[in-house]
């Protein structure tokens, strides 16, 4: 975790297991329910320096691990 508040936070993937280029940062922004009992509006982004050059590539495998995570909370 780098940074957090009530509605964002940032995290960083701990060097060791992939190169530099292919560390993923995640981006959490969290829009609270506009209703009284609606449900929350969760915009993810992942982003490294990894060039996309296959469509599997680490930032993607990272994005759908977290989203799955996300998904499993609701």
Known sequence: MVYETGD???????PGQVSLAQLTTIEVLINPPSGSLGPAKVNLVVKNEELPL???????????TVNQALVALA
Do not use: D, G, S, T
């Not at 296959?54 to 759908?64: A, D, L, T």
């Open 8 to 14: 964002y936070l940032v995290a960083k993937e701990i």
């Open 54 to 64: 296959r469509q599997k590539n680490h930032c993607q495998q990272v994005f759908e």
